[in-house]
């Protein structure tokens, strides 16, 4: 190919070589230096916005959370369970809060997170304990140690992995069939493509973390281990860990409203013929500090 390309210039009059090698170097600068003002601009600008936003957020007030994460979904407040957990708790606290919809990842890449007076937090446990630290926002616990170390152990199973199966199934295995209908109106209208996209991406990190290594049976084998073993511990009690709500019963809820209303009819099937008690734990919650559950759906 090389020397087919030094016969081509050979041709060539040297005026005309001297021209298209200027030629490129200036349009290949241009190029450059157009792409480099691009990218500068855009950062300015998202910068510019980030400090609206900032100023937005800080003007709720002192002691106010802004809580940012997804958009209402149709069928439940949200598609994550995190953020249900976070937004429940805060709830049961009576802690003051927004809902910010605008910025729904923050650090860490993560979905929910919190401004509070200023400062960001990320990781839906995290934020509990920051909650309860600065603002002594805090839900009793009525056990004893031994019952309290199984509720811990229980909410790690919950987060780390029964949260990959429910997902596993709802977006690569089903493939968004279910769940693309309860994503934000504007993701749907203006990213028709992830719905093609997304499923191997998900797939791919799935793999990594290691439950999207197993087959479909293989994983809803171990989803519904997890449900049994949940459903034991909570037993004929209404709560999980006393007479009150705790934040293992904020965690459970969040995760039973995916199993419930955007995860298909597998997965609702599953979680009310077995784990009846789940089902009705989440009625309890939900009638408790969710009076306006309708009206916190997308409408």
Avoid at 215 to 229: G, H, M, N, S, W
Avoid at 236 to 260: A, I, K, P, W, Y
Wanted: hydrophobic fraction near 40%.
């Amino acid at each position: 190919m090389e020397s087919v390309c030094r016969r081509a210039a050979a041709l060539l009059p040297d005026e005309l070589c001297l021209w298209l090698e200027t030629a490129w170097e200036y349009r290949a600068t241009r190029l450059l230096v157009g792409l480099a003002l691009l990218r500068i601009g855009l950062n300015l600008y998202t910068s510019h916005k980030r400090r609206r936003r900032r100023a937005e957020w800080a003007s709720v007030g002192r002691d106010v959370v802004v809580l940012h994460q997804f958009s209402r979904a149709p069928s439940c407040p949200n598609i994550s369970p995190f953020a249900i957990k976070v937004e429940t708790f805060l709830r049961a606290t009576n802690t003051r809060y927004v809902v910010d919809d605008t910025q729904a990842f923050g650090p860490l890449g993560k979905c929910p997170w919190i401004t509070l007076n200023g400062h960001e937090y990320a990781d839906s446990s995290h934020i509990l304990d920051v909650l309860s630290s600065q603002l002594e926002a805090r839900l009793p616990v009525q056990c004893d140690e031994q019952r309290l170390a199984a509720g811990h152990a229980f909410q790690v199973m919950l987060e780390e992995h029964t949260a990959w199966c429910i997902f596993f199934k709802r977006y690569s295995l089903d493939k968004m069939r279910y769940v693309w209908s309860e994503l934000p109106r504007i993701a749907r209208q203006h990213m028709p493509f992830m719905k093609y996209t997304f499923p191997r991406s998900y797939a791919r990190r799935a793999r990594e973390q290691g439950i999207g290594r197993f087959t479909e049976p293989q994983v809803l084998q171990a989803l519904e281990r997890d449900l049994r073993a949940l459903s034991a511990f909570l037993g004929d009690r209404q709560f999980f860990l006393g007479e009150t709500v705790s934040d293992l019963d904020c965690c459970v809820f969040g995760m039973v409203c995916q199993l419930l209303y955007v995860s298909g009819p597998y997965l609702e099937f599953m979680t009310r013929n077995k784990c009846g008690n789940l089902v009705r734990h989440h009625e309890r919650i939900r009638e408790l500090y969710w009076p306006d559950w309708d009206q916190c759906l997308e409408q």
